[in-house]
T-cell receptor, first 113, second 112 residues
Framework: DSGVTQTPKHLITATGQRVTLRCSPR?????VYWYQQSLDQGLQFLIQ???????AKGNILERFSAQQFPDLHSELNLSSLELGDSALYFC????????????FGNGTRLTVT | GQQLNQSPQSMFIQEGEDVSMNCTSS?????WLWYKQDPGEGPVLLIA?????ELTSNGRLTAQFGITRKDSFLNISASIPSDVGIYFC????????????FGTGTSLTVIP
């Protein structure tokens, strides 16, 4: 158990809808990362937060947004969903934003129908 | 975004054999990480490397941070069936906000 908690485990929704994925980092970790993994694909970095502030941005679509709250949990909001957004979404956390390994949650599997 | 070249893409080996895989990049990285992912689960950290030339072991696993800082290697000795899974390398770059870039993965199948 990595200590990173993601909810829900599965989400099935229709195109055009909006969903929120939630992540609680490991105790003591200040940095949260979001990754997308499509079928048979590697992990694509979306966004990173450190202690509530956005730290780095990757290939995150404008329809997607995220935030990290004062209690350090993070939410990833996906809106105007398209079929191609179906994927596994992983949250990872680390103690510090640099030189600190990532610990992953078990992901949220999003299916858009 | 940047992606690391990981090879081989897949491996089919007999139980007991040794395994080698590697990752290369056109950019210099400050940190190299190796992960294993089982189906439907999140990647699990195997080994973290922080210094060029560093060689680190974790049980039957050994990884090295390349001297050029553009590559890393993972070796698994005496493979067992539970080694089956997808192995990812990840490199940390500080060039654009210290992102972790992931390799495309090596799928390992161990034949008993």
């Amino acid at each position: 158990d990595s200590g990173v908690t993601q909810t829900p485990k599965h989400l099935i929704t229709a195109t055009g809808q909006r969903v929120t994925l939630r992540c609680s980092p490991r105790s003591g970790d200040l940095s949260v990362y979001w990754y997308q993994q499509s079928l048979d694909q590697g992990l694509q970095f979306l966004i990173q937060y450190y202690n509530g502030e956005e730290r780095a941005k990757g290939n995150i679509l404008e329809r997607f947004s995220a935030q990290q709250f004062p209690d350090l949990h993070s939410e990833l909001n996906l809106s105007s969903l398209e079929l191609g957004d179906s994927a596994l979404y992983f949250c990872a956390s680390s103690v510090a934003p640099l030189f600190s390994p990532l610990h992953f949650g078990n992901g949220t599997r999003l299916t858009v129908t | 975004g940047q992606q690391l070249n990981q090879s081989p893409q897949s491996m089919f080996i007999q139980e007991g054999e040794d395994v080698s895989m590697n990752c290369t990049s056109s950019s210099i990285f400050n940190t190299w990480l190796w992960y294993k992912q089982d189906p439907g689960e999140g990647p699990v950290l195997l080994i973290a490397l922080y210094k060029a030339g560093e060689l680190t072991s974790n049980g039957r696993l050994t990884a090295q941070f390349g001297i050029t800082r553009k590559d890393s290697f993972l070796n698994i000795s005496a493979s067992i069936p539970s080694d089956v899974g997808i192995y990812f390398c990840a490199g940390e770059s500080r060039g654009t906000g210290n992102q972790f870039y992931f390799g495309t993965g090596t799928s390992l199948t161990v034949i008993p």
